[in-house]
Nanobody
């Protein structure tokens, strides 16, 4: 069992930055990790994923070049650095853990995720 707790959300002006953290109660070395978001009235979407090895990542096109996912396996924590934020980035952001057999596998499919956090609100004002 892995419990995930997000932090770091808040209110920021467009163009600003936030760094989200996802702290796990258990060992994350067996899991690929992902960040997701759900905006009001929209479905949850994946934002970024990082492999167990941290050498492979993926991003959705709308955040590419602005967001960076990283992980610290020694601290069982995953981060999402968000720069040049836009109002359309406003959403509840949550992290997920997907058990992965391969070290370099990133997980795009939400159905592959075994554990989820409760989420943290990110609001970007124009």
């Amino acid at each position: 069992q892995v419990q995930l707790v997000e932090s770091g959300g808040g209110l920021v002006q467009a163009g600003g930055s936030l760094r989200l953290s996802c702290a796990a109660s258990g060992n994350l070395t067996d899991y690929a990790m992902g960040w997701f978001r759900q905006a009001p009235g929209k479905e949850r979407e994946i934002v970024a994923s990082i492999a167990r090895s941290a050498t492979h990542t993926l991003y959705i096109e709308s955040v590419m070049g602005r967001f960076t996912i990283s992980r610290d396996n020694a601290r069982n924590t995953v981060y999402l650095q968000m720069d040049r934020l836009k109002p359309e980035d406003t959403a509840i952001y949550s992290c997920g853990a997907a058990r992965a057999a391969l070290l370099n596998l990133v997980m795009r499919n939400m159905g592959a995720y075994n554990y989820w956090g409760q989420g943290t609100q990110v609001t970007v004002s124009s």
